[in-house]
């Protein structure tokens, strides 16, 4: 199926907005004309996981004009950037700086000003990371086939305050989408393909988790067994141990590309990031207040979209990463 070029434009722009808004959705009108639901009578599902706690709305806001501020003066350097070819480069941007400012400052370290650049992945405002850019569209497309495909390997790091979890490995398999009010929230797993208001779809959701840390010391080397939870009904199954005080560093592997998935089911296991005030973090802890959360995009491996060799890009670590910053 080929694409128009307006359509085409939008598509290279973000692999997020192919995830989180796929083709097939249907307005609620679509759909009640094509069963005859009268729109009062849709059953919707109900998330699982909490809203945003009242205070986040302010805090957001806060953050929001600090990162546009920031963003607006940001310039990419050469010590940004991990890997570059002809085709392509990886940078590690920088917490706190939108996307489309690394993008529109690409051209100014690349002395071919003829290459079209677009982004090929996207991280939250105040993640950090591997990100991708592209030169050109046939590159840009290929690159987010792959993204929508799941070819590519991608592994975060999370430092989160919570109790211990009682699992070195866990695989957390539920639903994503929007609730009534807007918030992306977790859904059960059986809810995946059901329709939410607004007209969009429960999608699928699966990350695997390994324990890096707790309170600064490696835990005990992991064992073979997995834990899996498949999320169903309104209660989270208990996954930690403890009083809720612990510096959990954990290292996540994202199966699908949902968006704030991580966030999402840190929170719904109970370790959630510190800083992620969306979805209840520690803003404060210990005197301190985190302006952000402490999400880290470590690592991408795929198939070079030109070559076909494998390519394995990492960004160092945070140094809180690295410490576990008791």
């Known amino acids: 199926m080929s694409a128009s070029p307006l359509s085409l434009r939008n598509l290279l722009l973000s692999a997020d907005k192919i995830l989180i808004k796929p083709y097939f959705a249907n307005s609620i009108k679509a759909m009640e004309a094509r069963h005859d639901l009268p729109i009062s009578n849709l059953d919707y599902p109900k998330p699982v996981s909490a809203p945003p706690p009242p205070i986040s709305k302010d805090i957001e806001l806060k953050r929001a004009i600090e990162a546009s501020s920031k963003s607006s003066l940001f310039n990419l350097t050469r010590d940004h950037i991990l890997y570059e070819d002809e085709w392509l480069m990886a940078v590690n941007k920088p917490k706190g700086v939108y996307c489309e400012y690394v993008l529109s400052s690409a051209p100014k370290i690349i002395l071919d000003s003829s290459n079209e650049f677009h982004l090929a992945n996207r991280l939250d405002r105040d993640t950090s990371g591997v990100m991708l850019i592209t030169k050109s569209h046939k590159v840009a497309a290929k690159l987010v086939k792959a993204f929508t495909e799941h070819k ?11 109790p211990s979890p009682n699992w070195s490995k866990i695989t957390v398999k539920s639903g994503h989408g929007r609730s009534k009010h807007g918030a992306w929230r977790v859904y059960a797993a059986s809810d995946v393909g059901r329709v939410l208001p607004g007209g969009s779809f429960v999608r699928d959701m699966e990350t695997t988790f390994e324990l890096v840390s707790i309170n600064g010391e490696n835990p005990q080397p992991p064992s073979e067994s997995e834990s899996i939870i498949v999320v169903e009904g309104d209660e989270p199954e208990l996954t930690c141990v403890g009083d809720g005080d612990d510096v959990v560093v954990v290292r996540a592997f994202p199966q699908s590309g949902r968006t704030h998935q991580i966030r999402l089911h840190c929170q719904y296991l109970g370790i959630p990031i510190r800083g992620d005030v969306k979805y209840h973090g520690m803003y404060e802890w210990r ?14 491996s795929l198939e070079h979209p030109v070559t076909g060799d494998p390519l394995v890009i990492q960004a160092a670590l945070p140094n809180w990463a690295n410490t576990g910053d008791v």
């Open 287 to 300: 005197g301190r207040i985190y302006e952000g959360h402490e999400l880290h995009a470590e690592s991408l």
């Open 152 to 162: 590519i390997r991608k592994s975060y790091i999370a430092l989160s305050i919570g």
